[in-house]
C-alpha cells in the first residue's frame, strides 16, 4: 500500500475529526409561531432546547402546539443538516458518506 494514500487517509480523517467537534458547537436556533416555540440545536443534529412561550399552552389547543413543536423541530433539524453538509462538503469533495453528511 503506497504510504503517501496512507498518509492522505489520516489527514483527511483529522480535518474531519475537526470539523465534526466545530458542527458539535455550532448552534441553530429555529422558531414557528411569531416565537412561540423556539428549538435550538447544534450542528450534530442535537436538540440543545425547546422553549415554549407560555401564552400559547392551552389545554384546549394541545393539538395545535403539538404542530408547533413539529414544525419546529424538523425546520431546525434541516437547517443544521444543510448547515453540517456544507461545512464537510470541502472535506469529502461532495461524496455523501454515511453517518457525516
Known sequence: MNF????????????LDKAQQELSKTIVEVSTGKGAVKVTINGKQKIQSIKI?????????AEQLEKLVLTAVDDAIAKSQKLAAKQLEGLTGGLKIPGLT
Do not use: F, G, Q, Y
Request: glycine content about 0%; aromatic content about 0%; charged content about 40%.
Open 4 to 15: 503517501s494514500m496512507l498518509n492522505k487517509a489520516r489527514e483527511l480523517k483529522t480535518k
Open 53 to 61: 412561550s407560555p401564552e400559547v399552552i392551552d389545554p384546549t389547543k
